[in-house]
Every structure is written in structure tokens, then in C-alpha cells.
């Protein structure tokens, strides 16, 4: 069974921190390309960072240099660190898996509020 679960989510003051992970199972993790998006309430879902099985990494210009993403292909995981945080990071996160030709992966997300 395809599954990717979120984790990390939660409450925190504008200018702090969180660290999201996502644990995958029943794909072949080490061959996808894994990604962070995320949904407000009224908008999109939005890019925010994409990671290739080779390590190459993809920003949005919204959280170019406050966010990192990385991957542990051992434990078939991937992260997000938020750095800085703003209330307009405020969002559902969910994690996503994809490779071309096969349809993509998606987590049930994580909830993120950035607010004082």
C-alpha cells in the first residue's frame, strides 16, 4: 500500500521554526522525486519545495532561503525545516511523491499556523 504520512506540524509565533517529515512506504523511494506543497483556505495548492532522487533541490521564491528540504533515502523520508516563519506560511502541508508516466503521491497533510 502507497503511503505517505506527515509529521511536525503545529503552532508557531512569526519568526520561529518547524521541521515536517514524511515517511513513505510501498513505493520504491529512492526513484521518486519528493515534494512539499501546501494549501490555504481559498487558494491553490502551491509548490513550496521539490527534492530529485539525485539531491537536486527546488524552491519557491516565497521561501527561497528560510526553508531547506532533504531526503534520507535509508529511511525513505524526507524533510522540511522552516525557518523564520511568516503568518502568510500559514497553510496545509502535504507531502508528494512523483516520477514521470506514474500519477502522483500525495500525504494527507499537516496543519502549519504561523501567529502570535
Known amino acids: 500500500q502507497v503511503q505517505l504520512v506527515e509529521s511536525g506540524g503545529g503552532l508557531v509565533q512569526p519568526g520561529g521554526s518547524l521541521r515536517l517529515s514524511c515517511a513513505a512506504s510501498g513505493i520504491s523511494f529512492n526513484i521518486y522525486t519528493m515534494g512539499w506543497y501546501r494549501q490555504s483556505p481559498g487558494k491553490q495548492r502551491e509548490l513550496v519545495a521539490l527534492?530529485?532522487?539525485?539531491?537536486?533541490?527546488n524552491y519557491s521564491d516565497s521561501v527561497k532561503g528560510r526553508f531547506t528540504i532533504s531526503r534520507d533515502n535509508a529511511k525513505n523520508m524526507v524533510y522540511l525545516q522552516m525557518n523564520s516563519l511568516k503568518p502568510e506560511d500559514t497553510a496545509v502541508y502535504y507531502c508528494?511523491?512523483?516520477?514521470?508516466?506514474?500519477?502522483?503521491?500525495w500525504g494527507q497533510g499537516t496543519q502549519v499556523t504561523v501567529s502570535s
Open positions: 527534492i530529485t532522487k539525485a539531491g537536486s533541490t
Open positions: 508528494n511523491a512523483q516520477r514521470p508516466s506514474w500519477p502522483w503521491v
